[in-house]
């Protein structure tokens, strides 16, 4: 059985709108997920968060304006890879909001766009539909 690690998803704002793309994944294929990744050895979770965002996107953020806005736990149960993650959230604006971002990784999203909070696209990443569900709302510390 494998170890629980240690995710952080990004909501990148702008306006009302969040950062989404579809991932190309075994864990949520084809749904619409948040930047973010894998927390690596020695990193804080907002150097985590901007470096995934930044690999990901190319699109710079404030690091030092980046907020920790909840925590979820998560078990992906289906095969053929059974993952446990605990998932940290963070929030930040873009450095500069004319920076378009850009699919850096194509192998494992099929693109960026923003999407405004009350009209998000469908299937979302399962562990931020049940976000969604619970009635969290990433705007609402603003
Ligand atoms: P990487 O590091 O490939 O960006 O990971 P990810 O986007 O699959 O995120 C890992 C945590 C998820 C599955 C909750
Ligand atoms: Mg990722």
Same mark, same amino acid.
């Given at each position: 059985?494998?170890?629980?690690?240690?995710?952080?998803?990004?909501? #990148?704002?702008?306006?009302? @709108?969040?950062?989404?793309?579809?991932?190309? @994944? @075994?864990?949520?294929? &084809?749904?619409?997920?948040? !930047?973010?990744?894998?927390?690596?050895?020695?990193?804080?979770?907002?150097?985590?968060?901007?470096?995934?965002?930044?690999?990901?996107? $190319? *699109?710079?953020?404030?690091?030092?304006?980046?907020?920790?806005?909840? #925590?979820?736990? +998560?078990?992906?149960?289906?095969?053929?890879?059974?993952?446990? /993650?605990?998932? #940290?959230?963070?929030? %930040?604006?873009?450095?500069?909001? +004319?920076? %378009?971002?850009? +699919?850096?990784?194509?192998?494992?999203?099929? $693109?960026?766009?923003? /999407?405004?909070?009350?009209? *998000?696209?469908? !299937? *979302?990443?399962?562990?931020?539909?049940?976000?969604?569900? +619970?009635?969290?709302?990433?705007? &609402? %510390?603003?």
């Amino acid at each position: 059985m494998e170890t629980p690690r240690v995710g952080v998803g990004v909501f #990148v704002v702008k306006e009302r @709108s969040v950062l989404l793309g579809r991932r190309r @994944s @075994s864990i949520g294929n &084809s749904t619409f997920a948040l !930047p973010g990744g894998h927390l690596e050895f020695g990193e804080s979770f907002e150097e985590c968060g901007a470096r995934e965002v930044k690999e990901e996107t $190319g *699109l710079e953020l404030e690091k030092e304006k980046m907020e920790l806005l909840t #925590v979820t736990n +998560n078990v992906f149960r289906d095969p053929p890879e059974p993952r446990h /993650y605990v998932v #940290v959230f963070l929030r %930040s604006a873009v450095a500069d909001p +004319n920076q %378009s971002p850009e +699919n850096t990784e194509p192998e494992k999203c099929d $693109g960026w766009d923003w /999407y405004r909070w009350d009209d *998000l696209p469908s !299937p *979302l990443f399962p562990p931020l539909q049940e976000m969604v569900n +619970n009635g969290f709302d990433p705007f &609402s %510390s603003e």
